[in-house]
């Protein structure tokens, strides 16, 4: 089994539609992350939790929401989806005390029309 | 700010050929390095990773990456391409403090011709 799992793996809605992707992790990692990816651009970070309690956003936060609802769970929301949202979403994971290294899930890819 | 530049968006390579691809970074102190392939429709492995020491790093599937202080570099080799090879490649560099986040390039494509 995968050790960090993404679903739905893609979706398809329409602008204005609150969707939720959602993240799961085995490898009893503390940090999560969700990354954007979009052509030409490389991956950029919209937020990241260091611990249940803790959540942060990241250089491109606007019109996202998240939620930590357990050590190995870290869900991304779209509020009010709108079409250049539409990318490539990856979340990633990452041990404290590891060296630095970030796994990735197999990502989501959402289109909003 | 960490920034992580790849200058080539797209190289085509024949089959056997030796490949480069070229990575370089701006950071101020000793950078943690990352390669990262994505085959399409995939999502992101590890090649391989440079944290200190050596500065030639071995990874998985023939390649490797040498880490270069003086030209902020750490480009990705690999002796004879595969078809199989054909993704996209990142380099990212591990950013310190805050987030504790990745910087990626942009990314370069990579095409094998039989």
Redesign the interface.
């Given at each position: 089994d995968a050790d960090v799992t993404q679903t739905p793996r893609n979706r398809i809605t329409k602008t204005g539609k609150r969707i939720m992707l959602e993240c799961s992790q085995t490898k009893g990692h503390d940090?999560m992350?969700w990354y954007r990816q979009d052509p030409?651009?490389?991956?950029?970070?919209i937020y990241?939790s260091f611990d249940v309690k803790d959540i942060?956003k990241?250089e491109i936060s606007d019109g996202y929401s998240v939620s930590r609802q357990a050590q190995a769970k870290f869900s991304l929301s779209l509020e009010s989806a709108i079409p250049n949202q539409t990318a490539l979403y990856?979340c990633?994971t990452?041990s404290r005390t590891g060296?630095?290294?970030?796994?990735?899930?197999?990502?989501t890819r959402l289109l909003v029309l | 700010a960490q920034s992580v530049t790849q200058p080539d968006i797209h190289i085509t390579v024949s089959e056997g050929a030796s490949l480069e691809l070229r990575c370089n970074y701006s950071y101020g102190a000793t950078p943690y390095l990352f390669w990262y392939v994505q085959s399409p429709g995939q999502g992101l492995q590890l090649l391989l990773k440079y944290f200190s020491g050596d500065t030639l790093v071995q990874g998985i599937k023939g390649f490797e990456a040498e880490f270069k202080r003086s030209q902020s570099s750490f480009n990705l080799r690999k002796p004879s391409v595969h078809w199989s090879d054909a993704a996209e490649y990142f380099c990212a560099v591990f950013s310190q403090g805050g987030s504790e986040k990745l910087v990626f390039g942009k990314g370069t494509k990579l095409t094998v011709n039989p």
């Open positions: 940090r992350y030409g651009l490389g991956l950029r970070l990241y942060n990241g990856f990633a990452r060296l630095e290294t970030q796994y990735f899930g197999p990502g | -």
